[in-house]
């Protein structure tokens, strides 16, 4: 098998007194005539190697008869109307059903096969409105981290014309007739995906604006690495923005949305550990978390006096590592991890 030839670059450059040869950096210019040429002779080689194999179509259709079978995604309840999934077997992406009540009629919500004409459209629904009016869905396009994000009427299904653009592992936290997302400032055309994406800001949109007219609510200018993810507890009193350096650890800032203008404070410091917040009681905050507790505890704080020396313990730490724990009919429901087996207990 004969490869195409790759040009070598003289490129060199020079960190702290050391040369580093990179002589393949054009290829990192995906827009490029060059690079796109590169690339046909990469696949033109494999296509001619991958053509040649004889027993392609029995694996083929080995793999079809394997994954052809029906799949339905566990049922949620949101007001009215339950959401699940289902695929034929075969289909590129699963389609969103809907229905009325428990024993209402099946209909189609979202179709994400019917977005593109190759089925590589991802959706997710993201966020629902407080008065379980609307959804707000990201789509993502053949495989890529950009997401846009729109919403729909659940009842009328209608589809409204808000478009969010140039947003990455963004939630909508809905406040009111709006809702807080996550947002990268739009990339040099040519470079949406290559480019290093840097300073990721939360903004609030409001139903029927132009994107262009979001409120900025919270960056960080001074570290560009920062990702920032937002949430608002169920009573819509607290906007909570959790920052990350990386995939473990975090930060946590918040805003008393009760306060005209609330200035946006810091909860927790820090990257080690890993805080999450389940809701809040009053003008306290319920947070589990990992610091002091490998296997993680629940503590109760009060943000205006959220040192972890005045935290109050209600879930203490376990032997069994708690994965999770969420709210229901005045409960609090602890999900724990015993012997590769999942536990749940009720407080």
């Known amino acids: 098998m004969e490869y195409p030839t790759t040009k070598k670059d003289s490129i060199v450059d020079h960190y702290f007194g050391t040369e580093v040869a990179d002589p393949y950096r054009w290829l990192e210019d995906d827009t490029s005539a060059e690079t796109a040429a590169w690339v046909s002779a990469e696949n033109k080689v494999t296509q001619q190697y991958l053509s040649q194999i004889p027993y392609r179509d029995e694996i083929k259709k080995k793999l079809t008869e394997i994954w052809n079978y029906p799949k339905d995604g566990a049922p949620f309840k ?3 109307y339950y959401f699940f999934t289902k695929n034929n077997g075969l289909q590129n992406q699963s389609i969103w059903y809907i229905k009325k009540g428990f024993d209402g009629e099946e209909e189609v919500f979202l179709d994400p096969n019917k977005l593109t004409v190759d089925g590589t459209a991802a959706v997710s629904l993201i966020g629902f409105s407080p008065n379980k009016q609307y959804v707000a869905y990201s789509v993502a396009q053949a495989g890529s981290d950009w997401n846009n994000i729109y919403v729909i009427e659940i009842a009328s299904k209608k589809e409204l014309a808000d478009e969010l653009r140039w947003t990455k592992f963004s939630g909508a936290a809905w406040k009111g007739d709006g809702f807080y997302y996550s947002k990268f400032d739009k990339p040099e055309k040519g470079t949406d995906l290559s ?3 840097k300073f990721q800001k939360i903004y609030y949109h409001k139903l029927g604006d132009s994107q262009e007219d979001d409120q900025l609510v919270f960056e960080d200018a001074t570290n560009p690495n920062l990702y920032f993810g937002a949430v608002v507890t169920e009573d819509e009193r ?5 920052a990350s350096a990386g995939t ?3 930060a946590l800032h918040y805003q008393d949305l009760t306060i005209p203008n609330g200035r946006i404070s810091l909860l927790v410091k820090g990257y080690e550990n890993n805080h999450r917040i389940i809701d809040n009681v009053g003008e306290k905050l ?3 978390t990992d610091l002091d507790a490998e296997n993680k505890r629940v503590v109760l704080v009060d943000p205006e006096n959220s040192a972890p020396a005045h935290w109050e313990t209600i879930i203490p730490e376990s032997n069994l590592a708690l ?5 229901g009919g005045g409960f609090l429901w602890a999900s724990y991890l015993k012997d590769a087996s999942t536990n749940f207990v009720q407080y």
């Open 323 to 327: 994965e999770s724990v969420d709210t």
């Open 248 to 250: 473990s650890g975090n």
């Open 195 to 197: 480019a290093a994406n």
């Open 78 to 80: 949101v007001g009215e």
């Open 286 to 288: 319920l947070l589990n």
């Open 238 to 242: 607290f906007l909570i923005i959790y």
